[in-house]
């Protein structure tokens, strides 16, 4: 699992700022892959929505909710892997920052 922890470095985004969010997450973390992916960070809905589609590919996509220490699943193709819902521990997993 990659937990990816974003850094808004003015506090905020605009919505015609998505195209430039999605490409500064992809150089770091690529929208395909065998890992599942968590999002962690303060962010819109329509940015957690924007980044969920980008790791599509990926096994499951979750977002970190610290209220229940772990990362909610809000996609999953793998069937033997946690369902939509499911709140998964992000204990041990790698942790990729990035700043925007």
Do not use: K, Q
Not at 23 to 49: D, K, N
């Amino acid at each position: 699992m990659v937990v990816l922890e974003l850094t808004l470095s003015r506090g905020l985004i605009e919505p015609r700022e998505i195209p430039d969010l999605v490409r500064a997450v992809e150089s770091r973390v690529p929208a395909g892959g065998t890992e599942p992916v968590v999002v962690s960070g303060r962010l819109p809905v329509w940015a957690f929505a924007a980044l969920a589609d980008l790791f599509h590919p990926r096994p499951w996509v979750g977002t970190f909710d610290p209220r229940l220490g772990g990362g909610v699943v809000v996609m999953s193709h793998d069937p033997s892997g946690p369902s939509v819902g499911d709140v998964v521990s992000t204990d041990g997993a790698a942790v990729v920052t990035v700043e925007f």
